[in-house]
């Protein structure tokens, strides 16, 4: 069974950054793409950002194209979410998930393991 353990949201005033982590267990970490979807109050979850099992490609939803930053440590078993410039918009709950497959990967239908999200909160 696979554990993903996301850590670090809060509360952020407009133009300000966070960092989200996502610790990985039970699984062959490094052998697999991860991903960022987030969902908003009252709206379907969406896509953020992907990368692959090297940490070699990623991928960005337009809207945060610029200001997010995906990446990973796979010694660490952990995948990051750099969060820059953020806006009132951002506000959600975000969660990692693990692909089925080695590479980018932004249908959230290919993940078959979800973390139990962190809150995003940005403030105008």
């Known amino acids: 069974q696979v554990h993903l353990v996301e850590s670090g949201g809060g509360l952020v005033q407009a133009g300000g950054s966070l960092r989200l982590s996502c610790a990985a267990s039970?699984?062959?970490?490094?052998?697999?793409?991860m991903g960022w979807f987030r969902q908003a109050p009252g709206k379907e979850r969406e896509f953020v950002a992907t990368?692959?099992?090297?940490?070699?490609?990623?991928d960005y939803a337009n809207s945060v194209k610029g200001r997010f930053t995906i990446s990973r440590d796979n010694a660490k078993n952990t995948v990051y979410l750099q969060m820059n410039s953020l806006k009132p918009e951002d506000t959600a709950v975000y969660y990692c998930?693990?692909?089925?497959?080695?590479?980018?990967?932004?249908?959230?239908?290919?993940?078959?393991?979800w973390g139990q999200g962190t809150q995003v909160t940005v403030s105008s």
């Open positions: 990368i692959n099992w090297s940490g070699s490609s990623k």
């Open positions: 998930a693990t692909s089925k497959y080695a590479t980018v990967v932004v249908t959230q239908y290919e993940y078959d393991y």
């Open positions: 039970g699984r062959t970490f490094s052998r697999y793409g």
